[in-house]
C-alpha cells in the first residue's frame, strides 16, 4: 500500500487522503480482502494519525539501522576457548542434522527474544525448514553458526532479503545461555561483517524492535547508526465476532483428512488464542460466528462441524486463492 505520493500534510489537511481510502477501500471489499497493511516512517505523524482515525491500529514498530562498510572497523577478537565457527554451507554437507539443528537453536532462541510472538513455535518438519533455508535470498556461506563440539549454540546471518542496491539484511543474531557473556554475538556479527566486505557490498541494513536493548547495544557498538523509526499499522477488513474463548476447547485437537493422511492439523487454544497448526506452519483462527473462522496471513477460511450428538467431529479448510476451487475444502476429521 504506497501512500508516499499523498503524505504531505497539506494535501492531508484537504482531505486528499481520505478520499483516497476510501477508493482503496471500496476495492479492497469488492477482492473480498482479509486486511490491509502499511508500513511507513514513524515521524510522518499526520499520515499515521489519518491511518488510526480510519480504524487502523500498530502492529510493530522497528529500528532502521545501517552500517557504512567503507568505514565499518572489525574487533579483532579471539576466538572463544572451545567454540569454532562454522557455516550453514559447511554444515550442510558434514552434518546430516544441520538444518534440523539449526531449527532447534532458533526455537530455542526465540523464546529468550523481547517481543516474540505469544504462540509456542509449531513442531519441526523437515520439508518446511529447508525450503525457507534454500531460499533465493538466503547465502549459505553467511550464515553463521557457532558449535561447541557438535552442538549449535549461536546463530547469526546476512541476506539479501529485502535488502537495497549493494547492501545486506542482518537477520537474527542469538546465543544460547550458559554461552553469552563471551563475546559469541561479537564475533557472529563481525564474520557477516568480513563476508559482507569480502564480497563488495557497501552497507548493512538491521531491524531492531524498540525493546531490543541489548542487541541495539552491540550494533551500534560495530558502527551501526539508526536511520529512522518504521510503524507497520494494519486493518482487519473482516468483522472478529467476540466469543468466550472457553468454548474453544472443543475445537482442539488433532484433524487429518483421509485423502490427504499427509496433512494432519493440530488446533491449540492457545491463552484464550485458537491456532491451527500444519506442516511447520502456525496461524491464528479468528471467529466470524461461533464455529467460522478465518485466516489474516492468506485467504484461508476455516468451519468447524458437529456430529449428530452436538461433538466436534471434523473441520473444512478452504483455501480462497487464484485457481483453487473453494467448493473442494480440506475436510479433515479429528482423530
Known amino acids: 500500500m504506497a501512500l508516499s505520493n499523498w503524505r504531505s ?3 492531508l489537511e484537504k482531505g486528499v487522503g481520505h478520499l483516497l481510502l476510501d477508493r482503496l ?10 486486511t490491509v497493511s502499511c508500513r511507513q516512517y514513524a515521524s510522518e505523524i499526520e499520515l ?9 491500529e500498530e502492529t510493530s514498530r522497528v529500528l532502521d539501522l545501517r552500517l557504512n562498510l567503507a568505514t565499518a572497523s572489525v574487533p579483532q577478537l579471539p576466538e572463544p576457548e572451545g567454540i569454532s565457527i562454522s557455516t550453514f554451507a ?9 538444518v534440523e539443528k539449526l531449527y532447534e537453536l532458533t526455537t ?6 523481547p517481543g516474540r510472538g505469544s504462540f509456542a513455535p509449531p513442531a519441526y518438519n523437515a520439508r518446511e525448514a529447508l525450503m525457507w533455508l534454500e531460499m533465493k535470498y538466503v547465502l549459505p556461506d ?5 558449535k561447541r563440539g557438535e552442538e549449535y549454540v549461536g546463530v547469526s546471518d546476512v541476506s539479501l532479503f529485502e535488502a537495497m542496491p549493494g547492501a545486506l539484511t542482518q537477520g537474527f543474531t542469538g546465543v544460547k545461555r550458559g554461552y553469552r557473556r563471551r563475546g559469541l554475538a561479537t564475533a557472529l556479527k563481525a564474520a557477516g561483517i568480513i563476508y559482507a566486505q569480502s564480497n563488495g557490498y557497501q552497507i548493512i541494513q538491521t531491524f531492531n524492535k524498540p525493546e531490543q536493548s541489548a542487541i541495539r547495544a552491540l550494533n551500534e557498538k560495530l558502527g551501526f547508526e539508526v536511520m529512522f523509526e518504521n510503524v507497520t499499522l494494519e486493518k482487519c477488513l473482516r468483522e472478529v465476532v467476540a466469543i468466550d474463548s472457553q468454548s474453544y476447547d472443543e475445537f482442539v485437537g488433532h484433524y487429518r483428512d483421509d485423502a490427504r493422511p499427509d496433512l494432519e492439523i493440530v488446533v491449540c487454544n492457545e491463552a484464550g488464542r485458537l491456532t491451527a497448526e500444519c506442516v511447520g ?3 491464528e483462527l479468528f471467529p466470524t460466528t461461533e464455529t467460522s473462522f478465518f485466516v489474516k496471513q492468506f485467504y484461508g477460511e476455516v468451519r468447524f462441524c458437529r456430529d449428530e450428538e452436538g461433538k466436534v467431529d471434523y473441520l473444512d479448510f478452504v483455501m480462497r ?10 475436510h479433515a476429521r479429528k482423530i
Open 9 to 11: 500534510p497539506r494535501w
Open 25 to 34: 477501500m471500496d476495492d479492497l471489499t469488492e477482492a473480498k480482502a482479509i
Open 48 to 56: 499515521v494519525n489519518l491511518l488510526e482515525s480510519r480504524g487502523f
Open 90 to 98: 559447511e554444515e550442510r554437507v558434514r552434518d546430516p542434522r544441520c
Open 108 to 113: 530455542l532462541l526465540s523464546e529468550d527474544a
Open 142 to 146: 553467511a550464515l553463521f553458526i557457532a
Open 281 to 283: 506452519q502456525k496461524v
Open 321 to 330: 486463492v487464484p485457481n483453487a476451487d473453494p467448493s473442494d475444502p480440506l
